[in-house]
Structure formats: C-alpha cells, structure tokens
C-alpha cells in the first residue's frame, strides 16, 4: 500500500501512521522526495486492507501496490535513485562505464589495463576474483590474492572496484576490497545470497538471470531491496534464446522497460550478451540509445592471453574508439560520457 501525505502534514502525522503500521507488524518505508513524502507500507495485504489508513491525518490518499515487487516499483518512487560511489553517481544524467578483464589475472596484466581504460575517461574497473565457471576444472579465479590487486590498482589509480560475490560466506572478504558488489546471472535467484547483500552498506550491481523474466528480475532487487539495501543497480547482460550465432541474446527492450517499471538505474553488459568482440561497439550504442545509465564492459590488453572471456573482450584501442562513439550517442539523448 502507498500512503500519499499532505504537502502540509505534520511530522506527528507521520509519526502517528508508522506506530499504526507497525503496530500490525508491517513495516513503514517512508520517502521523502522533492514535493511529496510517500510511506510505504510492506506486509500482508490482508492486513493492510483492514485499516482506514485514508482516515489518518496528514494523509492525502491511499492506494495498493498491484505490483508483486514494491520497493523497487517506480509506483512506490517516482523519482530515479542515482547510486553515488564515493562521488561518481550511476542512474544520474552521466552514463558510468566500468570496464576491465573478466578475470583478475596477475598484478601486472591488470596494471596494464586499468592504464589503458583510464584514458577513456572511465571510473570503475572490473575484475573478477571469484569466478562462476561452467567448468569445474576452468580456472576459478584468485580469490582473495585478485582482491588485493584490485584493491592495489584503485590505490594507484583512483578507480572504483566492481567485483562479483558468488558465495555468502566471502561477504565479509569482497566487501573489504569492493566498492559495488556483483551479484552475477547464474546467482540472480540465489535468494540467501540475495538477502546477504540486502544487509550490506555496498551497492550492489544484481544481473540479470540467464532465463530471467522481468518480473523474476525485479523480484530478486525487491529480496535486496527488502532488507534495506537501497543501492540496487540493476544490469542487462543478455538471455538465453535459441539463438547460437551470439552467446546470448540482448534484451534491449529490457533496458526501457526496466526505466518504466522501476527507480532503479540500469545498465548493460554488451559483453557477455554478445560474446564476440566484434558486436561490441554496436551494442552498446544500442544500449547508451535506449536509456541505459552505464555499461560493463570487458576489456583485456592481450585477450588472445586472457584466463577467461578473451573472444568477448575489446583491446584498448577498440575499447577507446566504443567510448568516443558511445559519447555522441549520450549526446544525443542528453546524457553524456
Ligand atoms: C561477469 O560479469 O564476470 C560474469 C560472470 O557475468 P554473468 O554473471 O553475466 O555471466
Ligand atoms: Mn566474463
């Protein structure tokens, strides 16, 4: 249920309806926007439905959430979240590009790239320390040794870290080094997991689920969302169709759609939707056109050399050309790089 305050309410108005609310064990999230305070009352519907909440003062109108998702419904808020990393906002009118390997490979190879995507402008590098491999005997990923050099070059560079979390019991480690945690496809419903970063201070980059629907989608940022994590940034890598000239499908029309029914920001991962480096560039224009607020993309110096995902990542110099061209489209929606 959404309650609409008065623009004149007073602050015991509001008072007065969180005690009611919680009083039948539902739980009040109240946002304050420009304009309009709005609560949100989350919990049995059942429940819900039995108190006159349109009968307390302050209270300009009531009306139900149809959605099954409610927190990350743009119904409950109307206006975009705007995710800040230490200065550097996502969902904002800049489009965030975060780029690196897929894996974490040695301190130098990593070194050489963030040198190499920095002069695209760029503020966030990823790299992946732990990796979900279809193989069991592919190579895993460096753990806590990949952290740390990722930690190293933000040291050197100023770049902001993006690595993805597969496991709850890491939580404690990746967020020692991580400025956003990933939670990656194969984990979108991993709903213990979910609830874990949903306790963290982090934001959280979720994506999407190799055969997730939207609302699936959307219920997993919701489980996140429901513990009080609010940095939810939501990310289109491409679904599995029947389609096998492209290792994924991308679902472009995910990304307006996604602006429709959410206050999330929401990116693209061009590489892993396409797995050839070669439709990059093209897709990600695509993506920056259809309103995305960043892009993941992957990046390797040699990626002929590269432990996992040579065939999808760009070399910097292509990598460089993407951005430039990627900017005039920004600009053309009037966004910019
Ligand atoms: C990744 O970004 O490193 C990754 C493994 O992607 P996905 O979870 O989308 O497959
Ligand atoms: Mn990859």
Same mark, same amino acid.
């Given at each position: 249920?959404?309650? &609409?305050?008065?623009?004149?309410?007073?602050?015991?108005?509001?008072?007065?309806?969180?005690?009611?609310?919680?009083?039948?064990?539902?739980?009040?999230?109240? !946002? %304050?926007?420009?304009?309009? +305070?709005?609560?949100? @009352?989350?919990?049995?519907?059942?429940?819900?439905?039995?108190?006159?909440?349109?009968?307390?003062?302050?209270?300009?109108?009531?009306?139900?959430?149809? %959605?099954?998702?409610?927190?990350?419904?743009?119904?409950?808020?109307?206006?975009?979240?705007?995710?800040? =990393?230490?200065?550097?906002?996502?969902?904002?009118?800049?489009?965030?590009?975060?780029?690196?390997?897929?894996?974490?490979?040695?301190?130098?190879?990593?070194?050489?790239?963030?040198?190499?995507?920095?002069?695209?402008? =760029?503020?966030?590098?990823?790299?992946?320390?732990?990796?979900?491999?279809?193989?069991?005997?592919?190579?895993?990923?460096?753990?806590?040794?990949?952290?740390?050099?990722? @930690?190293?070059?933000?040291? %050197? +560079?100023?770049? %902001?870290? &993006?690595?993805?979390?597969?496991?709850?019991?890491?939580? &404690?480690?990746?967020?020692?080094?991580?400025?956003?945690?990933?939670?990656? +496809?194969?984990?979108?419903?991993?709903?213990?997991?979910?609830?874990?970063?949903?306790?963290?201070?982090?934001? &959280?980059?979720?994506?999407?689920?190799?055969?997730?629907?939207?609302?699936?989608?959307?219920? !997993?940022?919701?489980? $996140?969302?429901?513990?009080?994590?609010?940095?939810?940034?939501?990310?289109?890598?491409? $679904?599995?169709?029947?389609?096998?000239?492209?290792?994924?499908?991308?679902?472009? !029309?995910?990304?307006?759609?996604?602006?429709?029914?959410?206050?999330?920001?929401?990116? /693209?991962?061009?590489?892993?939707? /396409?797995?050839? @480096?070669?439709?990059?560039? @093209?897709?990600?224009?695509?993506?920056?056109?259809?309103?995305?607020?960043?892009?993941? /993309?992957?990046?390797?110096?040699?990626?002929?050399?590269?432990?996992?995902?040579?065939?999808?990542?760009?070399?910097?110099?292509?990598?460089? !050309?993407?951005?430039?061209?990627?900017?005039?489209?920004?600009?053309?929606?009037?966004?910019?790089?």
């Amino acid at each position: 249920m959404i309650i &609409v305050m008065r623009p004149n309410y007073e602050e015991e108005d509001l008072v007065r309806i969180v005690q009611r609310l919680e009083d039948m064990n539902l739980r009040a999230h109240i !946002s %304050k926007g420009e304009h309009r +305070t709005i609560v949100g @009352a989350i919990g049995d519907e059942r429940i819900l439905a039995e108190i006159p909440m349109e009968s307390f003062p302050g209270v300009e109108r009531v009306f139900p959430i149809l %959605k099954p998702y409610k927190l990350v419904s743009r119904e409950f808020k109307p206006e975009n979240t705007v995710v800040n =990393v230490d200065g550097f906002e996502i969902g904002g009118p800049q489009i965030q590009i975060i780029a690196g390997p897929c894996a974490v490979e040695s301190r130098e190879v990593l070194e050489e790239i963030a040198e190499a995507i920095v002069p695209a402008g =760029v503020h966030f590098l990823r790299g992946g320390a732990f990796k979900p491999r279809t193989s069991p005997y592919a190579f895993q990923g460096w753990g806590e040794k990949g952290l740390k050099y990722l @930690a190293g070059v933000r040291e %050197k +560079t100023g770049l %902001k870290v &993006v690595t993805e979390l597969m496991d709850p019991r890491d939580i &404690v480690l990746v967020c020692k080094y991580a400025d956003i945690v990933q939670i990656g +496809t194969r984990n979108m419903q991993n709903f213990r997991l979910l609830t874990e970063v949903g306790n963290i201070d982090k934001p &959280v980059i979720l994506k999407r689920g190799l055969c997730a629907t939207i609302k699936e989608f959307l219920m !997993s940022a919701e489980y $996140i969302m429901a513990q009080g994590n609010e940095k939810v940034i939501l990310c289109e890598r491409g $679904i599995r169709t029947f389609e096998s000239e492209t290792r994924n499908t991308l679902d472009i !029309s995910a990304v307006p759609l996604l602006k429709q029914l959410t206050h999330l920001p929401v990116i /693209v991962d061009p590489s892993h939707a /396409v797995g050839r @480096a070669d439709l990059v560039t @093209a897709v990600s224009k695509a993506a920056v056109a259809a309103g995305a607020d960043g892009l993941l /993309v992957e990046v390797h110096v040699r990626p002929e050399e590269a432990m996992s995902d040579g065939p999808q990542s760009l070399r910097p110099e292509v990598f460089l !050309s993407m951005v430039q061209q990627c900017r005039r489209v920004a600009e053309a929606v009037d966004r910019f790089i």
